[in-house]
């Protein structure tokens, strides 16, 4: 199979879908050497190591370059969270991150600007498969609880993404009561994020997810302790 092939089967196994995010080609072998199946990126985490933060203030250019030296770094499936495209066309986008050699995407539908209209939002996931095809799994994320929504907004953009093509949705910080609502009114994957304090992955499996993520928060945490180690070196 290809890549992309095992990373959506993967989707549709019997054991849940865990991708501790990664941001380098170390933490990429890291991942990959603890027997985890795929490694996922955190785009914040790789931005904020190469100089910059989240928000789309990564130039283009400079998150392909990262997603491409871990894809290299491991043998297995990388998807890349590669938040609202980063202005790119959806045709530039899905072709200058299949060039990565990446099988997968994570692509979120809010800018600094706030929340994308729906349906623009589903046009441009329509237009990364129709360059795709296969050979990219979309994870589709929903910012709707960043910015004040409901279960019923998650619920309809996740419909409407899923039309569009995407693999997966990813209704990122949603109260975990509703994960069971969300996944049986959406249909297909659905990814949930875990943090080091909590929620974990077993909560959120438990509650309906079948894919978890944590985001930037493994970093968060790891420069954490770093911080409070430096002055013990003293």
């Keep these: 199979m ?21 941001w380098d080609p170390v933490s990429a ?9 795929a490694v996922a990126t955190s785009s914040g985490a790789a931005a904020r190591v190469i100089g910059y933060d989240d928000g789309q ?25 590669m938040e609202a495209g980063y202005g790119l066309s959806p045709r530039e986008f899905a072709e200058r991150l ?33 360059v795709a ?9 929903i910012d709707s609880f960043l910015h004040g929504g409901t279960v019923a907004d998650a619920i309809a953009r996740g419909r409407a993404y899923r039309r569009a093509g995407a693999d997966c949705v990813y ?24 943090a080091p304090n909590g929620p974990t992955a077993a909560q959120l499996v ?3 997810a079948t894919r978890i993520s ?3 928060s493994l970093h968060t945490h790891l420069m954490d302790s770093f911080r409070k180690l430096l002055p013990e070196l003293s």
């Design 2 to 22: 290809s890549q992309a092939e095992t990373l959506r089967s993967l989707h549709h196994a019997d054991i849940p879908l865990l991708l501790p995010n990664a």
């Design 29 to 37: 072998r890291i991942v990959a050497e603890a027997g985890y199946p």
């Design 57 to 81: 203030l990564t130039p283009p250019g400079e998150m392909f370059a990262v997603v491409a030296r871990m894809v290299r770094a491991v043998d297995v499936p990388v998807t890349a969270d």
């Design 98 to 130: 299949l060039e990565t050699g990446a099988a997968g995407c994570n692509l979120e539908d809010s800018t600094g600007s706030g929340l994308t209209e729906q349906e623009r939002h589903a046009e441009y996931l329509a237009g990364v498969r129709e």
């Design 133 to 141: 095809g296969a050979d990219l799994v979309v994870n589709a994320r």
């Design 171 to 194: 209704p990122i910080f949603a109260p975990v009561e509703s994960l069971a609502e969300l996944k049986d009114s959406v249909g297909g994957p659905l990814n949930a994020h875990a």
């Design 206 to 208: 438990a509650a309906g």
């Design 214 to 216: 944590y985001g930037t």
